[in-house]
Structure formats: structure tokens, C-alpha cells
């Protein structure tokens, strides 16, 4: 088993680290013969979101060629139907957050776009209050929320995720989502693995001691950081040496460039036999 950990800040740009790598991967397998996957993908140079080729019946009922994006965190059954027959058993996406967001959202009641949607999306207010989550949280980050005047205002899915998943959860026991994660990886056993959101030095650190002469681990750290953020979630990264990741994206590259230096370093790690061009 493969299993490649993208570190970094928000934005940083791991989703669309991860979309690059599965739509990689299943392209290859498409053309080595395994069924029902794309043949061709492409990463949005915007958006960082995974497009793939597929086909629709146009207005003359013809099958005709077409593209559409391939959203890997859906919960729409009949993807989950595909994934679970078709692709998950090469490669699966994986996040940390997986289950602090199935908590949000069937515990908290906080809609699926406030956690997976786009970033103005995901720092809307949500019906959950400040000053609720303040009865849960230390005294000394209540003092530093009232005077940032927080206190009587609505929590954004971010700010949920960030506080009750730090905060709280990792209160408890620092560890909670590293090895949740990594039992579901256990459980699943796909060929590869990729984890998303690593923002804590625990969540690289853990991984590591999964290696063995049957589980290759990678950690890739992208150093993009467009928003200044003091959460613990945001810094978690910032003192760890560079010697604890195989790879290190610079800050100033494309999302383009950034998936070539990714794609370059799995083929270094021996990870790909043989490359078929992207271009065929």
C-alpha cells in the first residue's frame, strides 16, 4: 500500500494536490485495462477541481464525448456506487477532517457546502453561536474571542471545524483524528491512499510510524499560504523541520507546476512502473 499525506495551510492548495493524484492514477489504470475509470482528466487551473472526460447523449440521442468535474468528496449514491466498485479500490481520498465534518453535519446540523464548499462558502455564518461554543473552551481563548467581539456573533463552518475539532476533540486526545483516519485506511486497505489536510505536527509525524516492508509512506508539505491565520490548525506545521517531509512545494509555483513536482517525485519514489504520457 501507497499512502501520500499533503501538509499545509488552508488554501495551500492540498484538494487540489489530492484531485491531481487521483485523477493520475486512474487515468493510468484506464489505459493499463482496469474498466470504467477516465481516460483523460484535467486539474481547473482555477479552481483546483478535477475534471474528467466522460460521455453524454446530445439532442440527436448520439453518444458524444463530453467532460464534467468528478467531485471525489461526494455523497451523491450513485458515485459512491462507482467509487466504491471502480476506484476505490485502487485509490481513495482521505482527510482528517472526514468525520469532525459527518459530525458537524449530523450532530450540528451544519449543511454540506458550509464544510466542503467553496471558500466564501465555507466562512458564511452557520446557526451555531460563538458564546455556545465559549462554555466548552479554555478561559484563556474566551478572553482572546470576546475581545475580537466574536462572542455574540454565528461561527462559520471553518471556525466549527477549527475550534470544536481543535480545541475540543484534540483536547481529549491530541491523536483522535490521525488514527481515526488512518483505522478507516486499515479497514479499506486500497492501493493507494491520500490523506488531504495535515496542519498538525502530529498528523506527520503518525503516518510515519505506518511504514513498513507493505505500506510506503510519503509526506508532501506545499508552503503556499495566502491567508494569516494564528489558529493552532494553522500553525501547527511552522516548526517542524524540513527534514520530516519527502517532498517540499515552494510557494511560488502554479497549480500546474505544483502537480508536475508531485508527479516527478512519485515516479522518483518507484510508486508508477512506467508513465503513459498524459497526452495519448
Not at 105 to 130: A, V
Not at 131 to 143: G, Q
Not at 177 to 196: E, G, K, Y
Request: net charge negative; hydrophobic share 35%; proline share 4%.
Amino acid at each position: 500500500m501507497k499512502i501520500l499525506v499533503m501538509a499545509g495551510k488552508k488554501q495551500s492548495g492540498k484538494t487540489s494536490a489530492g484531485n491531481f493524484v487521483a485523477g493520475y492514477t486512474m487515468t493510468q489504470l484506464s489505459r493499463q485495462g482496469k474498466p470504467y475509470l477516465p481516460k483523460k482528466f484535467t486539474i481547473d487551473e482555477d479552481t483546483g477541481e478535477l475534471i474528467v472526460d466522460t460521455f453524454k447523449v446530445n439532442l440527436d440521442d448520439e453518444l458524444v464525448e463530453a467532460s464534467r468535474v468528478l467531485d471525489l468528496y461526494s455523497q451523491d449514491p450513485e458515485f459512491l456506487r462507482w467509487a466504491e466498485d471502480c476506484m476505490w479500490p485502487y485509490i481513495k481520498i482521505y482527510a482528517y477532517a472526514d468525520l469532525l465534518k459527518a459530525c458537524a453535519m449530523q450532530i450540528f446540523g451544519l449543511s454540506y457546502e458550509s464544510l466542503n464548499g467553496t471558500d466564501q462558502q465555507k466562512n458564511e455564518p452557520t446557526h451555531i453561536k460563538w458564546k455556545n461554543m465559549c462554555s466548552v473552551l479554555t478561559p484563556r481563548v474566551v478572553s482572546r474571542l470576546k475581545k475580537s467581539e466574536k462572542y455574540d456573533k454565528k461561527m462559520s463552518g471553518r471556525e466549527f471545524m477549527q475550534y470544536f475539532g481543535t480545541e475540543v476533540c484534540r483536547k481529549i486526545w491530541p491523536d483522535c483524528w490521525v488514527q481515526a483516519c488512518f483505522n478507516r485506511i486499515a479497514i479499506d486497505q486500497p492501493d493507494f491512499a491520500v490523506v488531504t489536510d495535515a496542519r498538525m505536527e502530529n498528523e506527520v509525524k503518525i503516518p510515519k510510524t505506518y511504514r513498513s516492508d507493505d505500506v510506503d509512506v510519503k509526506i508532501v508539505k506545499l508552503e503556499r499560504a495566502p491567508h494569516y491565520d494564528i489558529h493552532d490548525s494553522e500553525t501547527g506545521l511552522d516548526k517542524l523541520h524540513a527534514n520530516n517531509f519527502d517532498l517540499i512545494i515552494p510557494s511560488d509555483v502554479t497549480i500546474k507546476e505544483k502537480n508536475r513536482q508531485i508527479l516527478d517525485a512519485m515516479h522518483q519514489w518507484g510508486w508508477f512502473k512506467e508513465h503513459i504520457s498524459l497526452e495519448q
